[in-house]
């Protein structure tokens, strides 16, 4: 079971601050599940999120940008995410700075 089947079943929502940024420790840990293709962050509420491939082709055509081949280095931002919200929004990709 992934994440976002884990999150289905939660009604309780996060409050979304927004203009949140990334810390610089957590933007860069490595993955921790094996299924992972890439990190989002969510400026609405402020969490990490860890998305499959699958997960991340969906957001990169819905939102119109390419996914790099190799995405270390990389993040996946959103203003509304799984916690805050019913699904992912406003995704932008991102460059570790
Ligand atoms: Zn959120």
Excluded: W
């Amino acid at each position: 079971m992934d994440l976002a089947d884990r999150l289905l079943g939660s009604t309780v929502k996060r409050t979304v601050v927004g203009n949140l940024e990334p810390d610089d420790i957590s933007i860069r840990k490595p993955l921790k599940d094996p299924d992972a293709f890439i990190r989002t962050f969510c400026t609405g509420c402020g969490e990490y999120l860890e998305i499959t491939k699958r997960g991340a082709e969906i957001e990169a055509q819905d939102h119109h940008f390419e996914l790099p081949t190799d995405p270390s280095g990389y993040y996946l931002e959103t203003s509304r995410c799984l916690y805050c919200d019913d699904d992912f929004s406003g995704t932008v990709l991102k460059k570790i700075e």
